[in-house]
Structures are given as structure tokens and as C-alpha cells.
């Protein structure tokens, strides 16, 4: 989360997952692992001595896109993001295409990247397959990602969503239906990538659960290079990337980004504050 939420609500983030009961420990890495003596437990040792048992772990390593092919095939690697270097096109050379997080793709509007994420991974795969086929279209979606921390909070993020950018974050108070929790009970999917594509009307009646007067309760994050937003974050705000999506692929300036957030629909209970 550091990686892509403002310093202010990466730790706001933090506490709230502690506050879910969950030790969290920044800034350390594990040594080295091994099984009990009992083989039921795995013990961790960490990088700042403290050892740690536990029943199961979940390994999360990143994404290091398999470039071994490029050498033999005379294909270009990206020397900053990494991945095969294609076109817009997602055309590498001529009749090799590449899609997924191992492309490293020319954005038409936000320049070269390469995403490491479900929609891209589909959408992106569907474009090459049909290129294969002599259709000759340009890869001008935007793919979005989210993640849940916890029932409560949820956020959906598209563009350049990084914490080296500058932002400009609108926030206002939650609501019953402002959860993740709530999004998967109404829609009977958990994907939010799904979900997305399937919005309907909420009809849940807002009721102010308990905590919703926490300063961040729901809210947009604009990602700003100069007047221009380049990525946004919708803060337990869900079903609106499409809004998002417009918003980055018209490029133009924007002077007053409270108003701008206005699309979004926060302001349901109450007027929103400006961070």
C-alpha cells in the first residue's frame, strides 16, 4: 500500500488493520523458514531477530516477468519496467504479439508501462488474440485493480497510482453500503473487476454504521501530473472506475477537483472535506 496510497492514508490503512487485530511489522523481511518438529506449525525467523510460528502462510513475491526468450528470439526487454517491449499494438516483432504483465506496452495516453493486474491480464490477452487475426486495434483500455482490507474498507484504482505522485484527495462520510462487504452481498461477486462491468443502482438505504465518522470513511484520490489527473483511487467508493476510466482518457486540466469528485457521488450525507 505504501507503494500506492498517500503517506496520510497508507498509515491511516495501517492502524485500521491493526485495529482488526492483525500484527503488523513494517519494514521486515524473513530469513529463513522451516517446519516444526511436530510438522504442524511453520517457523520464521525475521530479519530483526523475532521469530514467529504459524499454522499457514501466504507467500506473496511479486511479479518478475520470464524474459529468457527475448535473447534467442531477437526480441527487445524494457531496461526501466521490464517485460517484452511491444507496440500499442501489443506487437513485439512482426507476428509475435505479447499480452499480460509480461508486456511492456506504449500507453497512449499515460506513455510506456507494463500492469501487473487481473483486467489488464484479460483484456490485453482478448486485444492480442484478435491482432493475430489481422485486426490492427490499439490497446487504449484502462485496467483497473482493488483490494480489500478487511469487511470495511475497499478501494478500486486505475492509471498511474503511485505514492511519488502528488494528489489531491476529496473525502465524506460512509455509509451501510460503503463497504466491501456490502458490495459482495448486493452483487453476489467478489471479483471487483466483475462487479464493475455489472454495476447496478445501489438500493441499499444509507445508515450510518458505526465508525463512519472516521476522517477517510469514503472518498476519490486524484493522481496529478500538473493540471492532469493520471490515476485515481476510489476509497470505498465502488462501481465508479468507469467514471475514472472517461476522466483519464479525455486528458484534459482540471482548475477545481472538488468538483471534479462530484461525479463520484460522495456527497450523498453530507458535504465532503477537501484534504
Known amino acids: ?41 511453520v517457523e520464521l525467523s525475521l530479519s530483526n531477530g523475532q521469530q514467529v510460528s504459524a499454522e499457514h502462510i501466504v507467500v506473496a513475491v511479486g511479479l518478475e516477468p520470464n524474459t529468457e526468450l527475448a535473447d534467442s528470439a531477437g526480441l527487445e526487454v524494457d531496461s526501466r519496467f521490464g517485460g517484452f517491449l511491444v507496440n500499442a499494438e501489443l506487437e513485439a516483432a512482426t507476428d509475435v504479439w505479447v499480452a499480460g504483465d509480461a508486456a511492456c506496452f506504449y500507453d497512449v495516453k499515460l506513455g510506456r508501462r507494463r500492469v501487473e493486474h487481473h483486467d489488464h491480464a484479460v483484456v490485453s490477452g482478448r486485444l492480442a488474440g484478435e491482432n493475430m487475426t489481422g485486426a490492427s486495434r490499439r490497446f487504449l483500455h484502462q485496467s483497473m485493480f482493488w483490494s480489500d482490507l478487511g469487511p470495511d474498507v475497499g478501494y478500486e484504482a486505475i492509471g498511474l497510482v503511485s505514492s511519488d505522485l502528488p494528489t489531491v484527495s476529496v473525502f465524506a462520510k460512509s455509509s451501510a453500503a460503503d463497504t466491501p462487504a456490502a458490495v459482495e452481498e448486493k452483487t ?27 476522517k477517510f470513511g469514503k472518498g476519490v484520490i486524484f493522481y496529478m501530473k500538473g493540471k492532469r489527473v493520471v490515476g485515481v483511487v476510489c476509497w470505498n467508493v465502488f462501481n465508479k472506475i468507469g467514471i475514472a476510466r472517461k476522466i483519464i482518457g479525455d486528458g484534459a486540466e482540471h482548475e477545481d477537483l472538488a468538483e471534479l469528485a462530484k461525479l463520484f457521488d460522495l456527497h450523498q450525507l453530507e458535504a465532503a472535506a477537501e484534504v
Open 188 to 214: 453476489g461477486e467478489s471479483l471487483r473487476s466483475e462487479t464493475e462491468q455489472n454495476k447496478q443502482t445501489s438500493t441499499v438505504v444509507p445508515q450510518l454504521p458505526q465508525g463512519a465518522g472516521d
Open 1 to 41: 500500500m505504501g507503494r500506492v496510497l498517500p503517506a496520510y492514508l497508507s498509515e491511516w490503512s495501517t492502524g485500521k488493520v491493526k485495529s482488526e487485530n492483525v500484527n503488523v511489522l513494517p519494514g521486515v523481511s524473513v530469513s529463513s523458514s522451516r517446519l516444526s518438529e511436530d510438522g504442524s506449525q
